[in-house]
């Protein structure tokens, strides 16, 4: 059973708009999120996390939304840029300060950003 | 600083093989976890070690081991290669304790393919 779900394999954007990334956990007893992005024939890297007693969290371009009460988190990249085109991954763990082995990866969304 | 290494970068192998794959952290630090990576599955956590004792197991056969030396490098070992061993291993560290809240740095990766 799936306890992170990407539904969406892949997602295309016009380059300076926002691209919007979701995600959908299962297990409520999930209290830390986390994206990453990966770039082929390179190793993924970390991007934003949010935890649980938040429901919102920004970096630069970067903010991610948490929604415990639908079990639902979304990415949103503004504004798009060519560079951004990558697998962007989230993860989710259940036990805040617990060791990295308890993070749950979804399977990843294709992001391609259009000039 | 440099970033995670992992050796060798690609490897074929037969079936019924076994193999060994390395991974140098970023230097300082002390946590090294695994993962495989494949299309179907998306990231699925393999082992993670901190100073040399590992700390948490996914959940996989037995074939896959793993261990880590005094200088926090780490191999892991698959034996019995099977075809659906053929995938991306990643190898990340952290500095801390591995704890989920930090952050991992991940190599580039194994390519492994079972034929």
């Known amino acids: 059973d799936q306890q992170v779900k990407q539904n969406s394999p892949s997602l295309s954007v016009q380059e300076g708009r926002i691209s919007i990334l979701n995600c959908d956990y299962t297990n409520s007893m999930f209290d830390y999120f986390l994206w990453y992005k990966k770039y082929p024939a390179e190793g993924p890297t970390f991007l934003i996390s949010?935890?649980?007693?938040?429901d919102k969290n920004e970096d630069g371009r970067f903010t991610v939304f948490l929604n415990k009460s639908a079990k639902h988190l979304s990415l949103h990249i503004v504004p798009s840029q060519p560079g951004d085109s990558a697998v962007y991954f989230c993860?989710?763990?259940?036990?805040?300060?617990?060791?990295?082995?308890?993070?749950?990866f979804g399977k990843g969304t294709k992001l391609s950003v259009k000039p | 600083k440099a970033g995670v290494t992992q050796t060798p970068r690609y490897l074929i192998k037969t079936r019924g093989q076994q193999v060994t794959l390395s991974c140098s952290p970023i230097?300082?630090?002390?946590?090294v976890s695994w993962y495989q990576q494949t299309p179907g599955q998306g990231l699925q956590f393999l082992f993670e070690?901190?100073?040399?004792?590992?700390?948490n197991k996914g959940n996989f056969p037995g074939r896959f081991s793993g261990r880590q030396f005094s200088n926090s490098r780490s191999e892991m070992n698959v034996s019995t290669l099977e075809l659906g061993d053929s995938a991306l291993y990643l190898c990340?560290?952290?500095?801390?304790?591995?704890?989920?809240?930090?952050?991992?740095?991940f190599g580039p990766g194994t390519r492994l393919t079972v034929l």
């Open positions: 949010i935890s649980s007693i938040k």
């Open positions: 230097s300082g630090h002390r946590s």
């Open positions: 990340a560290s952290s500095e801390l304790a591995g704890a989920v809240t930090d952050t991992q740095y």
């Open positions: 993860a989710a763990s259940a036990r805040y300060g617990g060791s990295q082995g308890n993070l749950i």
């Open positions: 070690y901190f100073s040399e004792t590992q700390r």
